[in-house]
Structures are given as C-alpha cells and as structure tokens.
C-alpha cells in the first residue's frame, strides 16, 4: 500500500514503526525538519518538509495514487482539512485524528464521510476505554477487546507457584476438555515463541492468550491470578487522558484526580462533579 501521513510526532512515528515492517510504501508530511530528520534516518521512508494543508505538499506526495491518508498531527482542524484535501485529491481511504469528541457521534460522522474523512480516532477515548477495562481485570497486564467484548487478548506474566508453569499446551488441554481461551503466544527473554503442543511455559513468560468471558475464571486459575475490585483510584494529571478515565469510572469508584495547575484542577473539578 501507498500512505502518506501527515505528523510524526509519538503517535505519527509509532505508525511509520509499524507500517515499515509491513513493506509499505510510506511518505511523512510534517512542517518539523528535525522530527523529518530523525524518522526519514531510522526507517525507509520518502519524506516532505511542510505543512499537511498545503496543496502543493500534497501533491508533491502524489496524494492522488494513495491508498490511505492519515493526519496524525497535533492540530485536529489540520488532520481533518488534509484529510478532505487528500480525499478530494484522490487517496482511496482516509483518517484524521481528532480532539472533540463530539465528531463521534454517529451523525456528526455520517456528515464527515460526506465531506471526505472516512474515519476519525481520538485516541485519549480508546487510551481510558483501555485503563478502565484493566481495572476490572487485575491479573493481566493489557488487555485487547475483539467482536465488540465477545473475544479479549489477556497479556498474563508467569510468576513463582503458577499452576501453568512447566506444563505444555499439549497437557493443559487434555486437563480442561472444551477450553474457552487459548495461548497465542509467548514472550520469553525478549523473544517471542508462537506455541505449538510440546511448548511449555516457565516462570517469568508474558503469554498472550485470548479468551472469551466464561473463560476468564479457569484463565486466572491456571495463571495463578487472583482477581480483586479497585474501588479507590488515584490519578496522577489532569491530562484528557486523565479527565476522561475519570469520567469512564462513574460513582462505582473513588476517585482522586491530582493536577499541579490550580486553575486546570478548578477546571477540571467542576467538569467531574
């Protein structure tokens, strides 16, 4: 695929990282020539110095032969106008990150496909959506949902005395006869091991397994886990991510937000209250 993407700043190159293993052809738009410097030095990348909006930057990416546009900058009105741009250039798909999540709502996004953003991410929204559901899962260290929560990925670190240790898929499974998850993968040493049958698992592994809701419980118990509920939460910055995991937790919780700038945290508690 041919992508252009307007940013690098951490979400931009975190993109470029990713999208480089996959053999696409990539062209980075950004107005810094440092940031410019740094990502067109470290992966394989065609890059433009300037700013997304312009006409001729985009034209100098040859927009029109584009298979996705992705405005990742750290201004929304600009990811959004380039992304309209580029899609009325010719790119096949496009996304803008946003800040407002208002453009969420269903409606406001039918009127920005009209106008040429196919899909928009806020990505503060998705980063409290996921701080949120560790919380309700405290034996795993990340956590992925799929099929709209039907499917989760559980990131579970192998410790002393965990059932699991030294037993194969193999024999985990003659153990549970209909197992609901299954181990994706392992990370062991800073290796990653896809498992066959005869794998086993050691201490220390941080395995990947993916499970559906009835099997979370027989999960925790092979893995040595023990789940527990967080009522009281301390907070640490009243960034948006920080506002808005706050605002997902509800009154089910107690929480406490702290922010160093008196005027932000005025702010911010009357927003919470």
Partial sequence: ??????????????????????????IVIDNNADRLKAVGGAYDVLTIEGNANSISRLKESKINKADLFIGVTHSEDVNINAAILSKK??????????????YLVPANQEIFSHLGVDYMIYPEKIAAREIVGLLSQ????????????????????????APIINKSLRELAQDESSL????????????????SGDDRFDMGDLVY????????????KYSGKKQFDVRNIMILGGSRIGRKTAQNLGAQHYVKLIE????????LSNMLN
Avoid: C
């Avoid at 009835?214 to 999960?219: A, E, F, P, Q, V």
């Avoid at 160093?260 to 702010?267: A, E, I, M, T, V």
């Fill in 138 to 161: 405290t034996g795993s260290t990340e956590l992925v949902e799929f099929s709209g929560g039907k499917l989760q990925m559980y990131v579970i670190k192998l410790d002393e005395g």
């Fill in 209 to 220: 397994v993916i499970s559906s809701k009835i099997g979370i419980k027989d999960l925790y």
């Fill in 180 to 195: 609901e998850y299954r181990a994706v993968a392992i990370t062991r040493q800073g290796e990653t091991i896809i498992p």
């Fill in 1 to 26: 695929m041919r992508i252009v993407i307007a940013g690098v700043g951490e979400v931009g190159t975190h993109l470029v990282k990713m999208l480089n293993m996959e053999d696409h052809e990539i």
């Fill in 260 to 267: 160093k700038d008196r005027q932000r945290s005025y702010k």
């Fill in 89 to 102: 250039f010719g790119a096949r798909k496009t996304i803008a990150r946003i800040d407002n999540q208002e």
